[in-house]
């Protein structure tokens, strides 16, 4: 069983922050943002909630599926968090789209968007019809620490959704998962019980080991590409389009070189969007949909890797 895209869309919240922005309040230069990262602007949910660009993203792709909120059978929502705990923002989706379908979180950090799909796929592998929105939102702008330059200057906010419903585009996918608290970490509030001293609750902020990251992030590239090519029966080169999480430029070109690929197969938005964690493929899917880049028959992978530590990367034929 498998499944076809048959809509996209997405949403950034209306604030730019420019990385000049950034040097009002922290110790860093645009240049040594773009030189290290790719990155010269992002976007950042200050009149926004995390709700609102979530359910315009939702929005945008059901039009584009031509599709009837009421007509959905599952929401699936990779996201490290939204407005609430509880509810899910999944869950808050479906009361403001009018939807009357299940409804549901999943934290795969930056990877979550193929981790949805893949869930997607496991509930189309039933058999029966069904039409399911994925729509993965994150607004990293509350999850950064912006005293710390090492961290704040990489993250940003958005949404991208995707509209899927039982066909044959997926041709190969692979999730992985190593747990490592070190290397990426988000502390929760732990809550206020007397019994708890000041030094046991976190700080609540992300947390990261840059160097660590990167260095797994090239290998992760590379190693499921070269799996889920060879498991979709193709080589790497009849790929027509790799979209990989936008996390930072100098990881893709490493990953590209790496895998002696031209980097014209691969798509970069970094610029100006930044690291929107699990919004970033899909903001990147809807872009290239919008603007017509993308051909039915087209072969296209996706590529992530993230907090966790998780990967995800699948092959898709473009039918839309
Ligand atoms: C974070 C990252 C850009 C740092 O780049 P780097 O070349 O490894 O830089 P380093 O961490 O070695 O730091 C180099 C220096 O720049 C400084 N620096 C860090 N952030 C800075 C900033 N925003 N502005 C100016 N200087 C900065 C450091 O303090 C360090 O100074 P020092 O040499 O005097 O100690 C890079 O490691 C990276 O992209 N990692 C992956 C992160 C990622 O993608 N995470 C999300 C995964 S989903």
């Not at 869309?9 to 950034?22: E, F, V, W």
């Not at 906010?157 to 509209?163: F, H």
Request: hydrophobic residues 45%; charged residues 20%.
């Amino acid at each position: 069983m498998s499944f076809s895209i048959i809509g996209t869309g997405s949403a950034l919240p209306k604030t730019i922050q420019t990385n000049s922005d950034l040097t009002a309040f922290l110790d860093t230069s645009h240049d040594w943002i773009l030189s290290r990262t790719g990155i010269e602007a992002r976007h950042i949910c200050i009149e926004e909630s995390i709700l609102d660009i979530a359910f315009t993203a939702s929005i945008n792709a059901l039009e584009n599926a031509d599709i009837n909120p009421k007509h959905l059978d599952l929401i699936i929502c990779p996201t490290l968090g939204g407005d609430t705990i509880t509810p899910s923002l999944a869950c808050l989706v479906q009361e403001k789209l009018g939807a009357t379908c299940p409804a549901f979180d999943i934290n795969a950090a930056c990877s979550g968007f193929v981790y949805g799909l893949d869930v997607a796929d496991a509930y189309l592998s039933r058999g029966k019809p069904m039409t399911i929105l994925i729509i993965a939102v994150d607004a990293m702008s509350k999850l950064v620490d912006w005293t710390d330059r090492s961290t704040a200057v990489l993250f940003a906010d958005g949404a991208g959704a995707a509209v899927v419903t039982n066909g044959d585009d997926l041709k190969s996918i692979y999730l992985s998962a190593v747990g490592n608290q070190h290397a990426l970490d988000i502390p929760w509030a732990k809550g206020n019980h007397p019994g708890l001293s000041e030094k046991e609750l976190p700080i609540p902020y992300l947390i990261m080991d840059g160097p660590e990251v990167y260095r797994f992030a090239i290998t992760a590239i590379c190693d499921d590409l070269r799996r889920v090519t060879r498991d979709a029966g193709i080589a790497l080169e009849d790929l027509d389009l790799i979209i990989p999480h936008q996390a930072n430029q100098r990881i893709i070109e490493g990953a590209a070189k790496r895998l002696k690929l031209p980097m014209k197969k691969f798509v970069l938005r970094v610029k100006n969007q930044g690291n929107t964690s699990a919004a970033s493929i899909p903001l990147v899917l809807d872009d290239l949909n919008r603007h017509g880049q993308l051909k039915p028959g087209m072969l296209i992978a996706l590529t992530a890797f993230g907090g966790g530590l998780t990967t995800g990367a699948c092959v898709l034929t473009w039918s839309k």
